[in-house]
């Protein structure tokens, strides 16, 4: 069995957006030469996410309102204050709660070398506290 890990980075240019990473995970699943196996997807940070949707404009807007509306801005988050670990004051708790409601990772199978996933499906990274450069890895796992 093979197990190949590449760790991917990405750019995010807005505080909140979904960047359409399909071609950058297929890219590494035929890197790997893994003809039937699985392929892992998984952000790096705990203030962002991996998902998948139909890759419409429109629907990405949609995503990040509704998430937005689940864990909107404002105070009365106990993470709102200051934290000994990082030296400073703590501003993010909606980032993290939308990581934890779109999650953090995405599974395929890999069939004849390549992902099997429905027509529309695309593979996006969600930043919910950019902009930032951030890190996400592909595992494929297989033979």
């Given amino acids: ?3 190949k890990l590449e760790k991917l980075e990405v750019q995010t240019k807005k505080d909140q957006e979904l960047i359409d990473i399909t071609s950058e995970v297929e890219a590494a699943v035929k890197k ?3 003809k039937n196996g699985v392929v892992n997807i998984l952000t790096m940070h705990t203030s962002s996410g991996i998902l998948v949707t139909e ?3 429109c629907l990405e807007m949609d995503v990040l309102n509704n998430l937005g509306s689940l864990a909107p801005e404002g105070s ?3 993470h709102n204050r200051y934290l000994d670990i990082d030296g400073r004051v703590a501003f993010n708790a909606p980032a993290h709660l939308k990581s934890v ?3 953090y990772f995405a599974f395929f199978p890999i069939e004849n070398g390549k992902i099997v996933k429905g027509s529309r499906q695309r593979i996006y990274f969600a930043e919910y506290d950019g902009p930032l450069a951030r890190n ?3 595992q494929v796992m297989g033979e």
Avoid: E, H, N, Q
């Fill in 76 to 78: 009365g988050y106990y």
């Fill in 55 to 57: 890759g419409l404009p």
């Fill in 136 to 138: 996400f890895c592909v």
């Fill in 32 to 34: 790997s030469k893994v």
């Fill in 1 to 3: 069995m093979k197990i």
């Fill in 101 to 103: 409601i779109s999650g």
